[in-house]
């Protein structure tokens, strides 16, 4: 069975901080979402890595994906308010079209 | 181009009481999906779809059923509802290209 893990489950951060968060999965996949969730909102795609080596950047968010490691990283850099919101990892097991999603990330930056 | 539209965006009902969320999407994708999300929980995959006629069960299926007679709807149904099924619910659907996938704008579902 796939288990997704994500951490830290909250994240609180200064205006003008770098920071990381980490997706960790149990079972070889051949993609990768990030996901990102204002309250109250529904899913918006932020990133879909395909591949090992995968990198993805948007604005002050950059998605990289290590398939032997089983592990993506959705680093942020010099964050700014709007960027507040929940992040969600969601990684597809096998040949099926199944997601398995991590327990999102809570962001919050403080001015 | 509406993407994946889901109505009603908010519901109360009763125990017991049964209804249908309806889920549409104008992309023409094969792939359809239903999620609960609870707080703390992220995203549960209830069922999903692969195309009209073929359904299969996702991680949290009991207590709901679903069908897909058209590639366009795929609604989900609760036959006796419960307290614990109490949940926002989003519809979903994933491109073959690129493999996006795109959600729905969600129902918030209240038993009481």
């Known amino acids: 069975e796939l288990k997704v893990e994500q951490n830290p489950l909250f994240l609180s951060m200064q205006e003008g901080k770098n920071y990381t968060i980490y997706c960790n999965y149990s079972?070889?996949?051949?993609?990768l979402y990030w996901y990102r969730q204002d309250p109250g909102k529904s899913l918006e795609s932020l990133f879909v890595?395909?591949?090992?080596?995968a990198v993805k950047q948007e604005g002050r968010l950059m998605a990289s994906l290590d398939t032997k490691a089983r592990l993506s990283t959705l680093h942020i850099t010099a964050a700014v308010h709007d960027l507040s919101a929940t992040y969600f990892c969601?990684?597809?097991?096998?040949?099926?079209?199944?997601?398995?999603f991590g327990k999102g990330t809570l962001l919050t930056v403080n001015p | 181009n509406a993407g994946v539209t889901q109505t009603p965006k908010f519901q109360v009902l009763k125990t017991g009481q049964s209804m249908t969320l309806q889920c549409a999407q104008d992309?023409?994708?094969?792939?359809m999906s239903w999620y609960r999300q609870d707080p703390g929980m992220g995203l549960r995959l209830i069922h999903y779809s692969v195309g009209a006629g073929i359904t299969d069960q996702g991680e949290v299926p009991n207590g709901y059923n679903v069908s897909r007679s058209t590639t366009e709807d795929f609604p989900l149904r609760l036959l006796s509802a419960a307290p614990s099924q109490t949940s926002v619910y989003f519809c979903?659907?994933?491109?073959?290209?690129?493999?996006?996938?795109?959600f729905g704008p969600g129902t918030r579902l209240t038993v009481t």
């Open positions: 969601a990684v597809r097991g096998g040949s099926n079209y199944k997601l398995t």
């Open positions: 992309m023409n994708h094969e792939y």
């Open positions: 079972t070889t996949s051949d993609r």
């Open positions: 979903a659907s994933l491109s073959p290209v690129g493999g996006e996938q795109y």
């Open positions: 890595l395909l591949s090992n080596g």
